[in-house]
């Protein structure tokens, strides 16, 4: 095997492309490196906690990174309760829907609710356990919400049919 030589590397010359273009392939690794992870971990047979680790990670991240990424994208907590949880669950519906999935936001009984019919992440990838994958993935969401605003009650929800996941998250002033 030859000596690596970083002059002969290709360069892919990204400075001229548009700024959708850019966004659009760091969303795109972004969700593969997620799809990685999550397929490499469910097949963890002998560490069966895998995906609960994963979750853990993932929760640190949310809560680390929430408020760099709300700022982004123009999100801060409010002042008010319901205002704050009707802002965590629009951020989560934009952000979900900018990595694909196809998500609707209501208002139900003093929450709201972000309704996923399909986890589109996860298609292509024969998970054994697509409910643990879900639940580590949804750890970002939780700590995400915690550094929004820590009073919020966030409330996940899912259902497996057919290897198929589908989710509601309930955001609500704490009772």
């Given at each position: ?52 680790e994963l979750g853990r990670v ?53 929450s709201m609710c972000v309704r ?50 589908s989710a509601r998250w309930d ?5």
């Amino acid at each position: 095997m030859p000596r690596f030589d970083p002059a002969a590397v290709p360069v892919l010359e990204a400075a001229g492309w548009p700024s959708e273009r850019l966004e659009r392939t760091r969303r795109r690794y972004a969700m593969d490196y997620v799809r990685t992870a999550l397929a490499v971990l469910d097949g963890f047979s002998d560490f069966p906690d895998a995906m609960s680790e994963l979750g853990r990670v993932a929760r640190l991240v949310g809560l680390q990174f929430y408020e760099e990424a709300a700022g982004e994208s123009g999100h801060a907590p409010q002042s008010t309760s319901q205002e704050s949880a009707a802002q965590f669950a629009a951020w989560l519906h934009a952000l979900l829907e900018g990595q694909g999935e196809a998500v609707t936001l209501e208002t139900r009984e003093g929450s709201m609710c972000v309704r996923m019919e399909e986890w589109k992440l996860i298609d292509g990838l024969e998970l054994r356990d697509p409910a643990g994958a879900f639940d580590a993935w949804n750890g970002l969401w939780a700590g995400a919400c915690a550094a929004h605003d820590r009073f919020l009650r966030f409330e996940a929800t899912r259902a497996v049919t057919a290897g198929k996941v589908s989710a509601r998250w309930d955001i609500a002033p704490a009772a």
